[in-house]
């Protein structure tokens, strides 16, 4: 493959990015708050940590994450 192949590979793989962007991006927002709390309803980013989950329900409820968060799934601990 020469370099002007690979430019146009790029330019291409450059333009679905775009023309994509702007309309999935609320889809993506919607998705990405997928934490509930179960008592307050509080939403939480997928991307939350474990730790955060853990203080709101302790803090807020005095409840375990199991409790105030039955849908959230614990990554698998790094060995
Ligand atoms: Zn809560």
Known sequence: ???GAKAQQKRERKNAATSK?????????????????????????CTSREKQLAE????KHSKSV?????NYVPPLPAK
């Open 66 to 70: 199991a409790e105030c968060f039955p």
């Open 56 to 59: 709101h329900a302790e803090n």
């Open 21 to 45: 962007g702007a309309k999935s991006q609320l889809k993506v927002n919607e998705q990405a708050k997928n934490i509930i709390c179960n008592v307050c309803k509080t939403t939480f980013l």
């Open 1 to 3: 493959m020469g370099n």
